[in-house]
């Protein structure tokens, strides 16, 4: 009988991130300070970011060793497993080979712990005590609030307020983990006061959120701030993903033709295809990497590359990056880890440049892959992670069609566990797809700033 | 570095199930008619159970075949992890080893789908269609809808109507792998238009859901029904628990002195013990094995060895177990797994016996067993499982006292994803433990049927 999982040993965590920086034929343009225009100096940064970060963000290095103690707290649940779904291939009647690569086995349910553990790892040996961070639906808070835990830091979440009040299932279990969860906007910083000021009834927002916990780790010596995707060294720590893939694959005697994943900040995407487009970048690799978003918020497949603020309040450095402008404002879809309004700068340029391809869907198709998932693998997805699902459906429905057994990897980033009221929602057939108001689009992408 | 987790490859996941009736001295006494009060033959048992799980029930052959094809399913999470909690360990100053069997990682989140994907295997076997079943917070409802969607079986569950008005999540679940799912009390069958009709507000009670499905099953040649815990061939599937543990420990040159699992119905305890009491049978080995019960529902520690039905409505067989009586409610506990009036018949006999101890918890002590573990181990137990890791800490913690390195195994049954506003009313202070009512337990105790 085939093996249903690729199962690696604890001794085979890799013990290097890959950086593909080193790599790259293009590298993306240098972030620019917010009020200059001019290249951020690491110095402006160290107000809120460990040096050992800074340095991770703009290094060309390949490989950088992985610190025992964030390899040992990885062992809690790396290496995760890899599946062949063979019960989905069967309910396909296809000829291709599916594997997907679980990530949903961390203790935080999603890729999130990957980054979170060695942030607040640097963080405390930069003597800092405490990090803010900013969360929407609180993947990232949850992962935040564990790694603090486990290293000994205090934590505080700033919380967009409508999913502190409608979701409370990861705010408790950032509580559970000792961290202090704040509903954003709030009276502890002046960009919250001012919000509440003229709207007391704010629900918050990202942006809202990102400038509270930016202002708490900027004003106050012993904390910083922590970002969960987008950035390099974001991107960098989540490649633990893509190189346990890779060696799961030799064991199983496979290289895949295709890697999917999907993509809202992109460190999850870039954790599992890096080391893949690794071979593409050096060797010339006829390897596929698809970047898969939703259709409510479609930054590569409809965004434009150009330099934009990470936040609403524009009080981030400008990013060159595909975006939808940062005014832009997705509908409320379920796949809430994929409402980003921009991408990372990895990504983008890899986009740009013809490395990487994506693909957007609406959620109903979405949650129609999820759900057929789920009665084949057993595993209810996360709605985010069935974007990934989605595509594999069909890339190995295309192979039905010609024939070809193509090897196809997904990544399964997280589970649905906390999902669920969305799977009812479309189990009763109420579910609908949100299209991307052109109007919004075109008012977003006219809101990019100017730069010299 | 030491491991963390100790895995097992699929090849290695077992052949056979262990049956400790083959080596206990004295076997449960029979099941009895619940009219005649004669022992109750195969015969009977057809209505609503197959012809190989009757066998099981009261078979004394030691090792029984898992079929190939429930195997490749239990490949979907099987071997089960094992860890070693060093981070537990460390945080509790201890010299013992702790190991924990985590069933978590099941796609039902419990250990229940182990014995759910046999019975229904072996129900197709039997040319059966549909499954009728009950639940209480639906955790075994989930496990056998899965088991039916993956066999193509359809699946009707009947659903403690204030469990499916109050916990959405797991109902939504059953949704998803495609069950039916029917409040009970319902207008589908008399046994709940009985109820209706002198109680239209009812919430139901396991005890009318279990009336419910019986009399569904029964009433229908395509269709039985299956139960989560209590039966013999429930307690013999989940030795793969076990079974697994052992070659774990083996692999990590450990035997334990303790065993420890938390005891509602007993499938959970009896699968990761049985297969160490065989080696306490069969060669006297010194090993303790400890069932945990809540204070609130203590069958073993406060109930009596006697005759009892399984259910209110006096519907099942007879069967001779630690019980507090047929009519006993418990508090309303978190661990809701846990609220059975009686045992396995199997534990029940091995305790009475005096091969395995038995201890009672209140639930303000294993949240506080729960949150510590959290925060060292990173898992959020449920609040079942969180049972026996408050008896392994308090283990730990005597070992701290005597200086013992003991090795102590304990069986994490399961996550807690969905029993996080537990956690929520635990951490604001809110919890209170539920003190058994004596009275409750001498009224409970009074109606025992009277046997000849």
Redesign the interface.
Known sequence: ?P???I?L??SEIPERWYNIMADMPNLPAPPLHPATGQPVTPDALSAIFPPALIEQEATRERWLEIP?EV??LY???RPSPMYRAH?LERALDTPARIYYKYEG?S?A?RHKLNTAIPQVYYNRAAGIKRIATETGAGQWGSALS?AC??FGLDCTVYMVKVSYQQK??RR??M????AEVIASPSDRTQAGRTVLAEHPDSLGSLGIAISEAVEDAAGRADTNYALGSVLNHVCLHQTVIGLEAKRQLEKAGEYPDVVIGCCGGGSNFAGLAFPFLADKLTQGKALRAIAVEPEACPTLTRGKFAYDFGDIAQLTPLLQMYTLGHTFVPAGIHAGGLRYHGDSPLVSQLYHDGWIEAVAYGQTQVFAAA?QF??T????PAPESAHAIRAAIDEALKCRESGEPKVILFGLSGHG??D??A??TY?AGDLEDVPLSENALAEGLSHLPVVR
Chains 1, 2 share one sequence.
Request: hydrophobic share 45%; aromatic share 14%.
């Open positions: 009988m093996e249903t999982k199962l040993q604890e025992e390899r040992e062992r809690l649940w019960r086995v203790p349910g564990m835990q486990f409370p299932y408790i279990l509580s559970t983990f000792g759900v789920a009665r693998e057993g595993i209810v566990h906390f669920l009221a799977y009812e189990l």
